[in-house]
């Protein structure tokens, strides 16, 4: 859904990489900085939270193909959309809007009135909820749209912020929450909402002071991240510490899902720290999808070893490979 922000905020600097990056590469760059910014990384540190809510955001518009679009779409438009006034007969003042929407949407010239929903409402906020000129940001429809200087206005937007936990973003539920009236109104959070997403709620904002079309709210929504576990899109992600012995000898360890009883994974003999194993079907399952549940190995390393643990890992020291590990990462840095 497209949001009046998006004119401000440049998500492919956030992320820092450029407008032709592929999926791939956006992907990994996200979660590089995701592990950097993480709040369990930054424990208290409030800049880290922002930074990974500023991230998120970002990844969450330009990793999903048809909101990259849009998002592109209106920065191009914010930056360099050409007013031009049309001669007699002429629509005029609105070509490259109108081109640029229909392209995305197939082209053949016809205009679906939601295109343009987000667009109208962001000129009639701007001008204090009087529509001055957009009318009701509903294009084409008898009560208000564009249809001239004299038509209704638009009933202004009224925006709310919610905090939900994780879980509830993950499963969806509807909540209660209480309007600028103090009455109390119900939204219902998808399954699988993302942190910074906004919710409308179409025809629940303020009235049109001329009999035009009613205003919405428009709910953005904050969800709190998890000591465990984080997002990947519809994956769940989890780190699980194992042992050396478990990773070198191999083992069937537990790993925790969300909201739910654990599962048993086997760890192969010879893991390194960093494999990822999969659990199908245990991720966020939303009306586009299930996604898995992806549970990282990280070797743990143990602080603390008293004499016998000390005198067995030195005499293991003295049987191990004499191989270098880092004989190959050597001789590609000289390269």
Request: charged residues 25%; without cysteine.
């Amino acid at each position: 859904m497209a949001s009046q922000d998006w004119f401000d905020k440049d998500f492919y600097k956030v992320l820092g990489v450029s407008k032709e990056v592929s999926d791939a590469d956006l992907k990994k760059t996200y979660r590089k900085l995701a592990r950097t910014y993480h709040p369990d990384s930054n424990p208290g540190d409030a800049k880290a939270e922002a930074k990974f809510k500023e991230i998120s955001e970002a990844y969450a518009v330009l990793s999903d193909p048809e909101q990259r679009q849009e998002y592109d779409q209106i920065r191009a438009m914010g930056s360099g959309a050409r007013f031009t006034a049309g001669g007699a007969g002429q629509g005029g003042g609105f070509e490259d809007v109108f081109s640029m929407f229909g392209q995305g949407r197939g082209g053949g010239g016809r205009y679906d009135s939601a295109d343009f929903d987000d667009i109208f409402s962001m000129f009639n906020q701007q001008q204090g909820g009087r529509g001055a000129g957009f009318g009701s940001g509903r294009f084409g429809q008898p009560t208000g749209g564009f249809q001239g200087f004299g038509g209704p206005t638009r009933g202004a937007d009224v925006t709310a912020r919610t905090t939900i936990d994780f879980v509830t973003a993950t499963k969806g539920e509807t909540i209660t929450l209480q309007g600028e009236d103090g009455k109390p109104f119900k939204v219902k959070i998808p399954a699988g909402v993302r942190d910074g997403q906004k919710i409308r709620l179409r025809g629940r904002g303020r009235p049109s002071p001329d009999g035009g079309e009613t205003g919405d709210i428009v709910v953005q929504v904050t969800v709190r991240p998890h000591p465990v576990f984080t997002r990947d899109g519809l994956n769940l992600r989890v780190t699980v510490p194992v042992t050396f012995t478990e990773a070198a000898l191999g083992s069937t360890i537990e790993v925790p899902t969300l909201g739910g009883d654990p599962v048993r994974l086997r760890v192969a003999p010879g893991t390194p720290s960093g494999r990822v194993l999969r659990v199908k079907g245990r991720g966020v399952q939303t009306q586009k999808g299930t996604g898995d549940l992806l549970a990282e190995v990280q070797v743990a390393v143990p602080a603390h070893l008293d004499d016998a643990a000390r005198e067995a890992l030195e005499a293991y020291q003295a049987l191990e490979p004499k191989e270098n590990p880092r004989a190959d990462l050597m001789a590609k840095a000289r390269t």
